[in-house]
């Protein structure tokens, strides 16, 4: 399988970092092309520390040591993800911005994360969206509502805690274990809701 990780400029780089490691672990990933937004490369640098190039991005600063990664330019629009006919399997944009949601809303693709989407979008793939703002402006909801009708997810980093989360990491699972089940991949990170227990 094929996959396009994009991290733009949202908060929640710990939802980018570690949807990276376990598709990077998941056998049955052996491909993943990353795309960092210049926004994505502060927020990494603030909220985790991690100094990355948007070019070279050092992987194992991310806690990353896979082969399969192939990190590419947001600016370069002719990378194999601005194609169609590269054969990528899906995409999740991890954290996305606002910004790129509207992008995809309304099909502009001037740059490499925004025209992968749309590529997603063409070419009937799976195409998460791990949107984070609150409160949500009416313009929000309706490119939520846009690109929901044009076949995206917006899985919002939102995580539950019906799981019992015992730290942050949890409630991260919580997040990247929904955006793999999207991909059709299943991992286990959090234990599934399996019903309660009936009190006898
Ligand atoms: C510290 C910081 C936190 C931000 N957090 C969010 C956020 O949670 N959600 C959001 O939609 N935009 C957020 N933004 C704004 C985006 O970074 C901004 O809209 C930017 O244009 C996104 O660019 P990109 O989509 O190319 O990454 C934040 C900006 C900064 C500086």
Known sequence: MKL???ITGASGALYAQRVLQVLSEEPSVEHLALIISEQGR???NHEL???VSIRRPNLSALGI???KVQAYHPEDLAAPPASGSAGYHGMAIVPCSTNTLAKVAI???DDLIARAAQVMLKERKPLILVTRETPLSLVTLRNMVAVTEAGAT???ANPGFYHQPQNILDLVDF???RVCDHLKITVHLVPRWEG???PS
């Open 4 to 6: 396009i990780v994009a």
């Open 42 to 44: 502060m927020l990494l």
């Open 49 to 51: 520390g991690i100094n």
């Open 65 to 67: 040591q896979s082969p």
């Open 107 to 109: 099909g502009l693709a």
């Open 154 to 156: 917006i899985v919002d």
């Open 175 to 177: 997040i990247v274990q």
């Open 196 to 198: 309660r227990e009936r």
